[in-house]
C-alpha cells in the first residue's frame, strides 16, 4: 500500500483563543482523532470542530503564520 492510497491532508482549526491549531489527516473528524491523542480535554475544548481550513501539505508556508 503506498501513500498515495490515503491522501493526506493539513487542516488549520480555529480555536476559541483566537489562535489556530494545525492537524493532518484524511477528513477532518480524522484530524481530530489524531489531536485526541496529542491534547489535554482542556486543549481540545479551545478548538472549533465546523471552523477550519483544509490545504495541501505543500501549502503549509501560507499558512506559517496563523498558528498559534
Known amino acids: 500500500m503506498s501513500s498515495f492510497d490515503h491522501p493526506t491532508h493539513m487542516f488549520l482549526f480555529k480555536m476559541k483563543n483566537g489562535k489556530n491549531k494545525l492537524a493532518y489527516g484524511e477528513t477532518p473528524e480524522d484530524a481530530l482523532e489524531i489531536l ?33
Open 36 to 68: 485526541r491523542w496529542r491534547l489535554t480535554e482542556e486543549e481540545m475544548a479551545q478548538i472549533i470542530p465546523d471552523d477550519y481550513v483544509k490545504f495541501h501539505p505543500r501549502q503549509l508556508q501560507k499558512y506559517i503564520d496563523n498558528l498559534g
